[in-house]
DNA sequence: TAGTGGTCTAGACCACAAT
DNA sequence: TTGTGGTCTAGACCACTAC
């Protein structure tokens, strides 16, 4: 049984008051200091300890609603939720024991450069067959392993990747700092048998399973910003991920 | 360009009046009426237009915005996005082509008892170890051709098996019917090769790829509900879903 | 400058759960 | 019956975008 800190609010902050409200709770139930079955206080009375109106304090707690780490209960109250969440676009994580304990992991770039888009990733990615869209692959390690082998489509109005070094930032940390905020991604995860050339880069034998998927994401205009297809080996990585339903 | 049909609210009905709005958006975007770029009018107008006020107008639009259909923009508008979405406990897919035309996918129980929890389902249940839980295993097949081996364990408070006809319903649909509203489930997936039991019940070769995936699913007050751990065979089967970040 | 969504207030009435 | 969250209203002011 926890209880909540005190919540302290800045009115001159250009961070909206709901947000700040949100923001502390998150961090109590973060920190344990709210463990969960715990309940918050009623809405009336935590918006009038805290000075706001209803609808305010409500818009708080709906954040936390939608990552489901509060259930709300009419009749009931507001209880903090048993389940760890994961966010979405932090979803892929390494299996690898090493990788888990902090492990970098390399990246070496094999190929970059402007292509014609086929009917395939032109009718992914909303361009024309034949536009010209950045062709890209990688192949990341930990401790000189190789565990991805992974190729990925980029319209050439989204970004520049001319002198990126993609050795030292993620595609999306790129995509971030360019500006492009990712919000919605269709995703395809299977597996199949290795072949020659994978199974080379990959230092596996042929024929061994690998886990497949393919993406593409959508930005906040709802504009096709990457397509990706990837294999991985099986022994080294797993797809994590937390689904939340609304 | 699509435009926005008559939306009609009915004042007596229990549904929300946001909801009757969000329903009817969803519609329009899905049937095609509004495609993506389309812009939504203004919420102040749109809200007058339907004698709503702007609150509840924004509530509705919210939906879709949570669900990543609809994006907006300050100073500039509301807009469709382009994405196709998939709601998240929907997100298993046949890849099998037959499957997609609507074959019916049949079940077969291998197994349904109550057993005492080992260490793992009782940690990821939430309960001691020892205590009991269901314990179901099915094969699913599409055309006599089985594609899925599935066990799950469920806490016998959640539910009731006995009796319950799994062949005709899905578990996720039983639990549904049981009054337990699924909310958030972390999930993992991966590759391996078959072994010789899961081989034979799957009609693979011993060693052919398939695809694992573990879940365990908390309903909408934080309790866990199922855990479950799957094996696919890579040819007939893929994982797809959408992510969508707030 | 005009129009958009973002935030916030101060109420009101209702449905549901616990007692 | 009491207290909870669910819904809804009618405004207000602000920040951002496009022109």
Redesign the interface.
Known sequence: MGSLPRIGLDRSSPVPLYFQVAEQLERAIVDGALV??DRIEAEIELAGSLGLSR?TLRQAIQVLV???ML?R?RGVGT???????????E?TSL?DDLARTGQPAGTEVLSCAVVEADDEVGHEL?VPPGSPVWSLERLRSVRDEPFALMRNYLPVDVVDLRGADLTALGLYELLRHGGVH????????????AEAREARLLAERRGA????MTR?A?D?????VEHGDHLYR??R??????????
Request: charged share 30%.
């Open positions: 969960p079955g609808p939608d990552k489901g259930v209960k209880q903090v939720v048993g389940a760890k969440i994961r966010r979405p676009f979803l299996h909303q990712l919000r919605v991604a269709n995703q395809r995860i299977g597996a199949r048998r399973p690998l886990v497949t593409t959508f906040d205009a709802g504009r096709a099986a022994d990585y797993t797809v994590e991920l937390t689904l939340v339903d609304r």
